[in-house]
């Protein structure tokens, strides 16, 4: 069965510090996987999607992550962390690519400290 | 073109009440689905419509729960003989069947007194 697990469901960085959040999945085939960002109060918009394309994928407001099959991860990344940043991050782990479910992760806030 | 839409943004029901929650999905958007996020469970997944296909149920939690897609485009999720547990908020979301990525709408919170 599919899972993900997001470690720390809340992670603090200060202004123009790296940010990184790890997400892991678990899946007996190769999977479709995506971040989504929810800020309060509002629904879930995608951040980026990878789809057996290039293992390392951009996303929107400089955001990136990398699949690593050997790791089974798919961590996010920003190099310099902004206060509109902050919000909660939701990793998801579709096996039917876009015409299936998605299984979310618990979700990680970020805070962003000035 | 509009995003996802989704009505009421805010229910407040009694227990026991039957509620209906709408979705309108982006337009030419083939697949529909329903998502709930409370605090306990996180996001679930609740019920998938494709094109003519048969939705997929296997997410909804009891048979209070029903949903149905008129025309391939609007959906309605209903709760019958709501529950205190049923409080939290409805996601829909759509997605062109061959581009990967959901697109969510903003939900619907429910409240059950």
């Known amino acids: 069965a599919q899972s993900v697990t997001q470690l720390g469901s809340h992670v603090s960085v200060s202004e123009g510090a790296l940010v990184l959040l790890r997400c892991n999945y678990s899946?007996?085939?190769?999977?479709?996987l995506f971040w989504y960002v929810q800020y309060p109060n509002q629904g879930l918009q995608l951040l980026l999607k990878?789809?057996?394309?290039?293992?390392l994928v951009k996303g929107i407001n400089g955001f990136e992550a990398e699949f690593k099959k050997s790791e089974t991860s798919f961590h996010l990344t920003k190099p310099s962390a902004h206060m509109s940043d902050a919000a909660e991050y939701f990793c998801?782990?579709?096996?039917?690519?876009?015409?299936?479910?998605?299984?979310f992760g618990q979700g990680t806030t970020l805070q962003v400290k000035p | 073109g509009a995003g996802v839409s989704q009505s009421p943004s805010n229910k407040v029901t009694e227990k026991g009440k039957d509620v209906e929650l709408r979705c309108d999905p982006i337009?030419?958007?083939?697949?529909l689905y329903w998502y709930r996020q409370s605090l306990g469970q996180g996001l679930e997944f609740l019920i998938y419509?494709?094109?003519?296909?048969?939705?997929?149920k296997s997410g909804l939690p009891s048979d209070r729960f029903s949903a149905e897609r008129t025309g391939g485009s609007v959906s309605t999720l209903t709760i019958q003989r709501t529950q205190q547990e049923d409080s939290a908020v409805y996601l829909c979301?759509?997605?062109?069947?061959?581009?990967?990525?959901?697109?969510f709408g903003p939900g619907t919170r429910l409240t059950v007194t």
């Open positions: 419509f494709q094109g003519n296909s048969a939705p997929d």
């Open positions: 990878y789809t057996s394309a290039a293992t």
């Open positions: 979301a759509s997605s062109l069947t061959l581009a990967p990525g959901q697109y």
């Open positions: 899946s007996s085939v190769p999977p479709y």
């Open positions: 998801a782990v579709s096996l039917s690519g876009n015409t299936g479910k998605l299984i």
């Open positions: 337009s030419g958007h083939t697949a």
